[in-house]
C-alpha cells in the first residue's frame, strides 16, 4: 500500500488540474498514490483525471455521475484512499516537489498532530506572496488553536500545506456541525477545511511547522481564495470557529461576522430577515436577541438604514430583545 495519498477533488477545472497532477507525480518521495474525484465535471475534465490514470498507476481516477458538491466529493477521496497519510490537494493549486519530503519526516513523532508549511499564495507561481511562515520546529496546540480561531488568522485553512494522518482526516470529517438544528457546511466546504486542523489539535501536544513554502495556492476568479460566494464563505469559517470555541471553552467569538451576515442578507435580499429565523439558521450558535444587539451597533455603518421598513423592525426587534 502506498505511503501517502494525495486526495485530488476537481469539478470543472480541466485548464488547471494538469499542472495541479504534474506538481503530486513530481514530489521527491515517491511512495504515494494520487486520488482523482471527478464530479460529473462538462468540460474535459474527466478526460485529463483518465489521461493521467494510463500514463501512471500512482494515479487512480474516479467519476461520479451526478455532481453533489465539493465536500462530498471531498468525502469520496477519503474513501478510496489507501495510505498511512495524506491531505488534499485542490485542483487549482501546486504541491512543491519537497513536500512530502519536508513534511513526511515529521509525522514519524507519535506527538505531532500534523504537519505544516508555507505557501505561496497568487495568480501564477513565482508572482504571490508568502503565507503561513512559521520558524521551523514545534507550536503546542493550545497556541495553535488560539492562534486560529480569530478572524483572519495567520495560520492556515486549507489543508493542501499540510499533511495528515489519514485515519485523522476520516475521524474529523465534519459536513455538519452537531447543533440543534445542525448547521450544513457542505454548500461550500467552508469550515471542514478548518476542522481537519482544530480538531485533531485536541487530541496532539503539539504541530510540526516547515519554514519555507512548500506549496502554492493560486488565486483566481472561481477560486475560494477570492470569491467569497455572496459571503457564504466567511459565513460558513465564522460558524465553524463559533462551535468549535464554544465546545471546548476557548470563549465567545465571531459574534460581528454573523451579525454582519445578517445585515448583508437583509440589504441583498431589501427585506427584514426575522432574527429568530436567522438564529435558527445558525443552528442557535448566536441568539436572535445577541443579533439584533449586534445589529443595532453596526447599523449606522452597514447602509442597513438604506431599507428603511428593516430599520425599523431591526430597532423594534432591538427594544423586545432588552426585556427579554
Not at 139 to 160: C, K
Not at 237 to 263: M, T
Request: with cysteine.
Amino acid at each position: 500500500m502506498p505511503k501517502v495519498s494525495l486526495l485530488v477533488p476537481v469539478f470543472n477545472r480541466a485548464e488547471l488540474l494538469a499542472p495541479c497532477l504534474d506538481s503530486a507525480l513530481a514530489q521527491t518521495v515517491p511512495d504515494l498514490e494520487i486520488v482523482v474525484v471527478d464530479g460529473a465535471s462538462t468540460d474535459g475534465t474527466w478526460e485529463v483525471c483518465q489521461r493521467y490514470a494510463a500514463a501512471d498507476p500512482r494515479v487512480r481516477a474516479f467519476h461520479d455521475e451526478v455532481n453533489t458538491g465539493p465536500a462530498r466529493g471531498w468525502w469520496r477521496c477519503v474513501e478510496e484512499a489507501r495510505g498511512t497519510y495524506a491531505t488534499f490537494l485542490w485542483s487549482d493549486d501546486m504541491l512543491k516537489p519537497t513536500f512530502l519530503e519536508r513534511t513526511l519526516p515529521l509525522l514519524a513523532d507519535d506527538d505531532v498532530a500534523f504537519a505544516f508549511g508555507a505557501a505561496e499564495v497568487g495568480p501564477v507561481p513565482g508572482s504571490g506572496t508568502i503565507h503561513y511562515s512559521y520558524p521551523a520546529g514545534r507550536i503546542p496546540t493550545r497556541d495553535f488553536i488560539l492562534g486560529s480561531l480569530p478572524v483572519n488568522s495567520s495560520y492556515p485553512v486549507s489543508p493542501a500545506c499540510a499533511l495528515f494522518r489519514l485515519e485523522d482526516l476520516r475521524r474529523d470529517f465534519m459536513m455538519e456541525l452537531p447543533t440543534t438544528p445542525p448547521v450544513d457546511l457542505t454548500r461550500t466546504g467552508a469550515g471542514i477545511d478548518l476542522l481537519f486542523f482544530l480538531n485533531p489539535a485536541l487530541r496532539y501536544p503539539s504541530i510540526a511547522c516547515v519554514p519555507e513554502p512548500i506549496a502554492f495556492f493560486r488565486s483566481h476568479p472561481g477560486s475560494l481564495t477570492v470569491d467569497d460566494r455572496g459571503g457564504l464563505v466567511s459565513l460558513g469559517y465564522a460558524l465553524v470557529e463559533r462551535w468549535f470555541a464554544r465546545a471546548h471553552g476557548y470563549g465567545d467569538i465571531c459574534r460581528p461576522v454573523l451579525v454582519r451576515h445578517w445585515l448583508h442578507e437583509m440589504r441583498t435580499r431589501r427585506r427584514f430577515i426575522n432574527p429568530a429565523t436567522q438564529a435558527r439558521q445558525y443552528g442557535y450558535l448566536m441568539t436572535a436577541p445577541q443579533l439584533v444587539a449586534g445589529g443595532l451597533a453596526q447599523v449606522g455603518t452597514t447602509g442597513i438604514g438604506a431599507v428603511a421598513r428593516g430599520g425599523r423592525r431591526l430597532l423594534r426587534a432591538v427594544r423586545r430583545a432588552g426585556h427579554r
